[in-house]
């Protein structure tokens, strides 16, 4: 019998239960009992929902009031010494706290997981750390499923790529070095966890998938020859978002009963796995996409499993989907406002569970033709459909040349855009939105709930950048901005406002804690049906004299914080997006404005998996970039901006993104991101950052004009322009304004001690 699996659910709740609760506690509105009842009975809901949606092994410990990196922190006690952690079992108080802070420990860093847009606590390391098992959370969950009458599959963040995805605190070792301490918590779990009744654990290693060091194999051998002889229990190791690749022989030999691959991302690789497996191995086939909301064409789908099932025996094989569904939006019924049509092309989680148990019956030879007929046709009529596929824009896409790629050389441009915009040596500017303040919200609701009138909300906003602009001339910017403050956020302003996406109600996906997101769907053929921000940005150009930087996100990031259609190249996609990004910086400079800022922010973190993979992906991300940059005349001065990232690795394309001016996040780093930027011997003008809006703290004019006087002894003068690490929307005025009239200062001594010297 083939059995229907899943790997992981989305812990938030389908009206978002689980942040309003949190979030709740944390302000001290709700008692704990309270905030651990809400997180029971979503539990409870999730299974309930995956036993009725016809699944059979059926994942616990997979919900987290946080993050399942920073749950496995807690379960093997590695609580770094500032939180001041002594007892048995680490509380919800110092297991929030590692998160967030407190007033006396600073939080724990947090990064992305992966290529998702999930972040993860990242573990803390010292030399001599010690593990101990300091949570029960997965063996309590297991049993608490188990008293529903659910018999669950537990989940573990593997020991290797918990270690692997750790930091190395107080010198340079490899956390993987500390493998040994580790597994006996590890052991401790598993063997708990068989006591309570389980038979499987799920252990998860997407470590798996990446290029793995000499060191970090043998960790996993090892970890996997000791874990399997522990506990009684059988393991299944899951990988994800990528082919095993080199990893294949390994990930096969290790001598556990299952094994998951992800055969969304990397259809290929099913051959050379069912030739490796070994010979008593479940394979688990992950083949109903948990990153995307796309319903499966089930015939399709089923091939994978049929293919499996000759090979391994339908007792040995599990249909599942490519990964947790923490990634996926919960419940498409939820969503009132989408047509008929456009939902019976989309499946959210629990639409995902149902097809894993309809391929699963059908693989079993209890086909529910019915059910497949229908996915045949919404396949079909999604394929087809008028509202996808626009003629005017595959053929403009397949007219781009590389010319339409190219503007002239930077010192060209240059010179035009000296004589264009008269800007003193270091110039100043901000990267664009200002405080999106609680009114700013307000008045943007309203709006859209048709309680304020058009006229009403215009004049609001005219009010908003007028302030903006007086009072950035008043304390001398150079490059103003208008502010943003029409946006709701950088992608879904722009998705809004182009064909080709669609928007959810409550497709949310956690990005991180209580924060969640709801990505656009980029569905169709995406076309800009006019002007998007020249009325903005025009209105408060005509309010000064200076220089306004109009203000795009680039096509990159547009596509990177979407769902993207599934059925054309991401490239190509990208493209389309640039295109229609091209006309808006194309017009832009019609309305006068010859500064033009197109955000960059998620340019790296694109970056596949593999490294073999880089290069192919970078070549077209900076075509799109170009391609949507160099419409204009040489003397339009082309801005970018990234953040959240180091870039050392990827200066090259950086620089071949060719734009005359990159705003970037330095100053966390000290500046440290410039050896980069310098090496590299980068061409172009740069910003970095001086001023890290992340933080509260308003820094003072000498922290300001010390990392500047960093930035000048590496990068020659006239490069050098003055702004924050990022744009200011979650600041308040009462922070930026003092930070910003220092950075001003600190920009003027600059000028001053440049000009002494040089006379
Ligand atoms: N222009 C955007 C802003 O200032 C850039 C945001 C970002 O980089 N994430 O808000
Ligand atoms: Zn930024």
Not at 22 to 27: D, P
Not at 265 to 276: F, H, I, N, S, T
Not at 466 to 476: K, L, N, P
Not at 507 to 530: H, L, T
Request: charged share 25%; proline share 5%; net charge negative.
């Amino acid at each position: 019998m083939v059995t229907a699996a899943n790997l992981g659910f989305p812990r938030i709740g389908p009206k978002r239960e689980l942040k309003k609760a949190t979030e709740s506690y944390w302000k001290g509105e709700i008692s704990r009992a309270d905030l651990e009842s809400t997180a029971q009975q979503l539990r409870a809901q999730n299974w309930t929902l995956q036993r009725d949606a016809g699944i059979a092994v059926i994942p616990s410990n997979d919900f987290s009031f946080y993050d399942q990196v920073l749950d496995t922190t807690a379960m093997v006690g590695a609580v770094p010494p500032r939180f001041g952690f002594a007892g048995d079992s680490v509380d919800l108080d110092t297991y929030f706290a590692m998160a967030r802070g407190r007033d006396d420990a600073f939080a724990m860093e947090m990064t992305k997981w992966f290529d998702t847009n999930y972040h993860y606590i990242v573990p803390e390391f010292a030399a001599d750390q010690d593990f101990r098992l300091a949570s029960t959370k997965p063996v309590d969950q297991f049993l608490e499923a188990k008293a529903l009458g659910i018999e669950t599959r537990p989940v573990l963040v593997g020991p290797v790529t918990y270690l692997k995805l750790g930091k190395a605190k107080g010198g340079a070792f490899d956390p993987v070095t500390l493998l040994d301490r580790l597994l006996p918590v590890y052991e401790q779990v598993l063997n708990r966890l068989a006591e309570a009744g389980a038979s499987w654990v799920q252990i998860d290693e997407p470590i798996l998938v990446l290029d793995l060091s000499e060191a970090e194999k043998t960790a996993l051998k090892t970890a996997y020859e000791r874990l399997a002889k522990a506990a009684s229990l059988k393991i299944l190791v899951a990988t994800y978002f990528e082919a095993l690749g080199d990893n294949l022989d390994l990930a096969a030999s290790l001598p556990v009963a299952g094994l998951h691959v992800d055969l969304k991302r990397a259809p290929d690789q099913l051959g050379a796995v069912l030739d490796a497996i070994g010979d008593d191995t479940v394979l688990s086939v992950g083949v109903i996409d948990g990153r995307n909301i796309w319903r499966a064409d089930l015939d399709q789908a089923l091939e994978p499993v049929k293919t499996a099932v000759a090979k391994l025996g339908g007792e040995r094989v599990q249909v599942a989907p490519s990964c947790s569904l923490l990634h996926s939006p919960i419940d498409l019924d939820n969503e009132e406002k989408l047509d008929a049509e456009f939902k019976s092309w989309l499946a959210f989680a629990k639409q995902k569970l149902r097809e894993v148990a309809l391929l699963a019956d059908a693989a079993a030879g209890k086909a529910d033709e019915a059910a497949f007929a229908d996915a045949r046709k919404a396949a079909a009529a999604r394929r087809s459909s008028p509202r996808i596929h626009d003629q005017a824009v595959k053929d403009r896409l397949a007219a781009v040349t590389s010319e339409m790629m190219k503007r002239v050389p930077f010192a060209e441009r240059q010179k035009a855009q000296v004589a264009n915009f008269h800007l003193p040596p270091f110039p100043t500017t901000t990267i664009g939105s200002f405080p999106q303040t609680k009114e700013v919200r307000q008045k943007r609701a309203a709006f859209r709930r048709g309680e304020l009138t058009a006229a009403d909300y215009d004049a609001f906003v005219q009010a908003a950048i007028d302030e903006a602009v007086r009072w950035q001339e008043e304390i001398g910017i150079d490059a103003l901005v208008h502010g943003e403050f029409e946006r709701n956020d950088m992608v879904e302003y722009f998705g809004e406002l182009l064909d080709g996406y669609a928007f959810t109600q409550h497709g949310w996906v956690q990005s991180y804690g209580s924060r969640y997101v709801k990505p656009p769907i980029i569905f169709g053929d995406v076309s800009r049906p006019q002007p998007m921000t020249v009325k903005w940005s025009g209105y408060a150009a005509s309010k000064t004299e200076r220089p306004m930087k109009g203000m795009l996100t680039g096509p990159v990031t547009m596509l990177q914080w979407a769902f993207v259609r599934d059925d054309q190249p991401r490239e190509a996609t990208a493209k389309q997006i640039a295109l229609a990004l091209r006309d808006e910086v194309v017009d832009l400079e019609a309305a006068n404005i010859k500064m033009i800022q197109i955000d960059e922010p998620a340019l790296r973190e694109g970056l596949p998996l593999k490294r073999k993979d880089w290069d192919a992906y970078l070549n077209w991300a900076v075509e799109a970039f170009r391609l949507s940059a160099s419409g204009v005349a040489p003397g339009t001065q082309i801005h970018t901006h990234m953040c959240y990232a180091e870039f050392n690795d990827i200066i090259d394309s950086i620089a071949g993104l060719d734009a005359d001016v990159i705003s970037i996040e330095t100053s966390r780093s000290d500046m440290e991101l410039l050896d980069a930027f310098v090496k590299f011997q980068y061409p172009n003008q740069i910003g970095p950052g001086v001023y890290d809006i992340h933080s509260p703290r308003v820094p003072n004019r000498s922290e300001m004009e010390n990392l500047l006087a960093k930035a000048v002894r590496v990068l020659k003068p006239e490069q050098i322009w003055v702004n924050p690490d990022c744009g200011l929307k979650t600041r308040g005025w009462a922070e930026v304004k003092p930070a910003l009239e220092s950075m001003v200062d600190a920009a003027r001594a600059l000028r001053q001690q440049y000009a002494q010297a040089a006379e």
